[in-house]
Structures are given as C-alpha cells and as structure tokens.
C-alpha cells in the first residue's frame, strides 16, 4: 500500500509543477574517465559516467536495468554495451567517448524518455484507479450509513394491537387466581 501511495504522492507532485522534466544525461563525468585517453596507452573500451538530469525513480532504475534495455542496444549495434544505475549516474560499460558521440549517447537518450513516458503512463493510471477507487469506497461508505439512518425501532400497530390483547388476556388469567383464592379461603361452600 505504501508503494501505491508513494506513486500517487510522486505522480501529484509532477503534475503540480515540481520534477516534471523527463529523465536524461546531462553530463559525462570527465574525472572518472581513463587517465591514459588520448594517448598510445588509451584502453580501447572502459566505463563511461554520466550524470543523470534528475535523481531517477525506482521504477525507472528497474526498467534502465532492464532486458529492453540491453534488447535495445544490441539491436541499436551496441551488443556489448552494459549500462548501470549508481545514484545519480549511469554507468556505461564497455565503450568509449567516440562511440557515445557517434550515436550511442542518442539510443541512451530515447530510452531514458520512452521508459520514463511509460513509468509516468502507469503511475498516472495507478493514480486515477486509486482515485476512482477512493470515490466508490466513499459513495459506499456513504450508502451504507444512509441505509442505516433509515431504519427506525418503532412499534407496528398490529403488534400494539396484540400487545393490548396479551396484556387483556394476562389480567383475565389473574383475574382468575384471584377468584380462585378467594375459593379456598374459605367462605365459598358453606
């Protein structure tokens, strides 16, 4: 349940203004880069970090990590291409700068705003089911208390009726012990 609400809360707080832009790269981290580039000792592939436009969410960590994802760069030619989430980073393995230049960077790019489109789609229709849930639950809820205020306690007339008579029948019946006291105490018989 709390992931659902942590969703919604998050899906509220986009369309409110806050976090809206689409997940994407913003920047190569050149520090983390080889020291030998550009040299005769440059290795060929290595591990590229670029620096996420926003701190991802966790179901776009999930799909980046994904089998689309790795489906994806080998049919784009990238087949050995290995991509990891390290908080606000996206570690890219077995490449070079060249190869992200030359298009690597733009088959990154499309996946990152097609799989934050689609966490955004779901989590909008998440945040309308609930939405839509909350409303019949309350209309429920609603139904259920005015069916209850509508039940009165009353008595019916036949039963006031009855009563009326049970409560003749009773005195009739005492009526006769009365009389019937009154028998054996003596003076009847004489």
């Known amino acids: ?3 659902a609400y942590r969703s ?3 899906t509220q707080t986009r369309t409110s203004g806050a976090d809206v832009a689409a997940l994407g790269l913003g920047s190569v981290l050149v520090g983390s880069l ?9 290795p060929e592939r290595y591990t590229v970090e670029a620096v996420f436009t926003r701190r991802p969410e966790r179901d776009e960590v999930t799909e980046i990590l994904g089998s689309e994802t ?19 980073r996206l570690e890219i393995a077995n490449t070079n700068l060249e190869e992200l230049r030359d298009g690597l960077a733009e088959v990154l790019a499309n996946r990152l705003a097609e799989i934050t489109a689609g966490v955004r789609a779901r989590q909008d229709a998440a945040a309308v089911k609930f939405h839509d849930a909350a ?6 809820a609603a139904a259920v208390a005015a069916l209850a205020e509508s039940i009165a306690f009353h008595v019916s007339a036949s039963a006031e009726s009855s ?25 009847h018989g004489r």
């Open 1 to 3: 349940m709390y992931g």
């Open 8 to 10: 919604i809360m998050e």
């Open 34 to 42: 080889p020291a030998a580039l550009l040299t005769d000792h440059a």
């Open 70 to 88: 790795r489906d994806r760069l080998a049919r784009a030619g990238y087949p050995t291409v290995e991509v990891t989430v390290s908080d606000r």
């Open 135 to 140: 409303e019949s639950e309350q209309a429920r």
């Open 163 to 187: 009563g009326a008579e049970h409560d003749q029948a009773a005195g009739a019946a005492k009526d006769r012990e009365r009389i019937d006291s009154w028998r054996t105490e003596g003076g």
